[in-house]
């Protein structure tokens, strides 16, 4: 079965801190898809990034960035000098590599960026 | 980019009586849909996947007698809560994907939903 933990649930910095939101997973398929997605409060899920198992190359987008390792089946995420609009329930996500596959959610964490 | 349109954004009925929200994709053809639901403070979980044309196929635990969905057009999903009540409330979304080479989930903005 296939299982994504989030042990933070809850994290609070202050602006321009740099944060890492760590994302565990477990899955018997070789072939999978790793999920960032944020959700503010008005609760639409804003994508972030998807990552295929192939690919353990890091990435950076402007201030966020994204660590997979294999090795430890972890998928986190850093988000550098964080400001107030970052606010928001972070999920990671895991899916088969096959079509019409459900995502599986982590437990989800919930930033808070302090001015 | 594709885009998943997900209606009323929020309802508030009273215990007994049926809602439906619907979910359209706009420029994608949505083979297969997903409906989660989320409880305050919580994850989302998956209540049930369908594809277009077949019966839904229900998480466990999520009854399907009173989460009707249909998946009858390639842009159109219906989720219908019979018989509300007030454990009901929840923000429902629902996730569309596209063709073959669609390894994407698009989400609609979610349904808040308050049984009174």
């Known amino acids: 079965a296939q299982k994504v933990t989030q042990a933070q649930t809850e994290i609070s910095v202050v602006e321009k801190e740099d944060v890492t939101l760590d994302c565990v997973y477990e899955t018997r398929d070789t072939t999978y898809y790793l999920f960032w997605y944020k959700q503010p409060p008005s609760g639409e899920l804003v994508f972030l990034i998807r990552r295929n198992s192939f690919d353990e190359q890091n990435e950076i987008s402007g201030r966020y960035s994204w660590n997979f390792q294999k090795s430890t089946s972890s998928f986190n995420f850093t988000i550098t000098a964080s400001q107030v609009v970052d606010s928001a329930v972070y999920f990671c996500a895991l899916s088969e590599a096959r079509r019409a596959q459900k995502l599986v959610f982590g437990q989800g964490t919930r930033l808070t960026i302090n001015p | 980019g594709a885009v998943v349109s997900q209606h009323p954004s929020w309802v508030i009925c009273k215990s007994g009586t049926s809602v439906k929200i619907e979910c359209r994709s706009l420029d994608f053809q949505a083979t297969t849909m997903f409906w989660y639901r989320q409880f305050p403070k919580q994850s989302l979980m998956l209540m049930a996947t369908?594809?277009?044309?077949?019966?839904?196929?229900?998480e466990q635990g999520v009854e399907k007698d009173k989460f009707l969905i249909n998946h009858a057009s390639l842009t159109l999903s219906t989720l219908t809560v019979t018989s509300a009540h007030p454990e009901d409330s929840s923000f429902y979304i629902c996730?569309?994907?596209?063709?073959?080479?669609?390894?994407?989930?698009?989400f609609g903005s979610g349904t808040r939903l308050t049984v009174v």
């Open positions: 996730s569309a994907q596209g063709g073959v080479y669609d390894y994407g989930y698009t």
């Open positions: 369908s594809n277009e044309g077949s019966k839904a196929t229900y």
